[in-house]
């Protein structure tokens, strides 16, 4: 791209590349520290069952609370983790605290509350990833059934015999595995053939075309039935209007996250949630 930009032949790089690799060694340096400086937190969305509108459980999602750079996304720093191998210290953690902080709400009554972790390709790679969850579980304490991993087609589509080995040893445990952004991939189809998946979750792009036009929500019902007549749950990613869901709750989806319910939460965000919704079912109850 450089060499056609004329006269400037030995332009190699513009202002806005050195800018992206100046950052990317700021954030190498700072991400190498992260972990002994405990920056990294897990905030939770909140799942519900559509039809009940019942809190059903939470997808954890990392962030890193950066002394220098401040709040920091996912998208800005897992890929970086992987090409570092910080990766798989960091998925470590973060299975680890959700399965920590899952044991606290089972504990406080929430037996039916399931937390979703994200799960990236490098740690699928680890020999002994199956034996760190499995210590995890045993060292928290939660009951397997209220852990589900999310995967990627594109992680296990080049490995499908090696990814399914795995996740069998996974779902042995009691765990459930849900493949996430469904329908981006191109080879959705047959990862859910071979693979022991429970839960799909039907990426944004097609619940905001869902609205659009008769396509739209051509694809979403027709993803939801064929998930049922395979005996998967439903999970519809990324709601953000009432409109969306009404059209949801009528294909008869199962469960359902996004802004429109609420964007995901810090700790203590999330425990008042929890307790509000406590407080709710148990009226209902009554
Ligand atoms: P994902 O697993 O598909 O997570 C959904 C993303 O969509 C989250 O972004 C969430 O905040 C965002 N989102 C949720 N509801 C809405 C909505 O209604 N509208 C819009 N516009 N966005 C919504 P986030 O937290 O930035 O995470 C981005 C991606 O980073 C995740 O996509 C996941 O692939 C990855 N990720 C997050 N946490 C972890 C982690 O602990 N480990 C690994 N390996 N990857 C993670
Ligand atoms: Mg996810
Ligand atoms: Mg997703
Ligand atoms: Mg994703």
Not at 20 to 37: A, C, F, G, I, Y
Not at 94 to 115: M, P, S
Not at 247 to 266: E, F, H, M, T, V
Request: proline share 2%; net charge negative; with cysteine.
């Amino acid at each position: 791209n450089a060499k056609r930009n004329g006269g400037n032949q030995y332009r190699l790089y513009t202002d806005d590349m050195i800018a992206l690799v100046q950052r990317d060694v700021r954030l190498e340096k700072h991400l190498r520290r992260s972990l002994e400086k405990n920056e990294w937190v897990l905030h939770y969305q909140p799942q519900f069952d559509i039809q009940s509108g019942r809190l059903i459980g939470a997808e954890a999602l990392i962030r890193w609370n950066s002394e220098e750079l401040g709040m920091v996304f996912p998208g800005d720093f897992i890929t970086l983790s992987e090409q570092l191998g910080l990766i798989n210290e960091i998925g470590r953690w973060v299975i680890n605290e959700a399965c920590v902080q899952g044991k606290r709400w089972e504990d406080l009554g929430w037996t039916d509350f399931v937390l979703s972790v994200n799960v990236s390709s490098r740690q699928l790679d680890e020999p002994y990833f199956v034996k760190n969850v499995q210590s995890i579980l045993q060292s928290s304490g939660l009951e397997p059934s209220h852990l589900c991993l999310e995967i990627t087609e594109s992680m296990v589509v080049d490995k499908l015999h090696a990814a399914r080995y795995m996740l069998d040893e996974l779902v042995a445990l009691g765990i459930h595995i849900a493949l996430d952004d469904f329908g981006t991939g191109y080879s959705s189809l047959s990862v859910l053939r071979q693979l022991p998946i429970s839960v799909i979750k039907i990426d944004r792009s097609f619940i905001t075309d869902m609205e659009n036009d008769h396509e739209g929500l051509s694809i979403v019902k027709t993803i939801v039935s064929m998930g049922h007549d395979l005996n998967k749950q439903i999970v519809a990613e990324g709601v953000e209007t009432k409109a969306q869901l009404d059209l949801l709750l009528d294909i008869g989806c199962d469960k359902a996250q996004g802004y429109y319910y609420s964007k995901p939460l810090p700790l203590e965000s999330m425990n008042e949630l929890l307790e509000r919704s406590g407080e709710l079912s148990k009226r209902r109850n009554a």
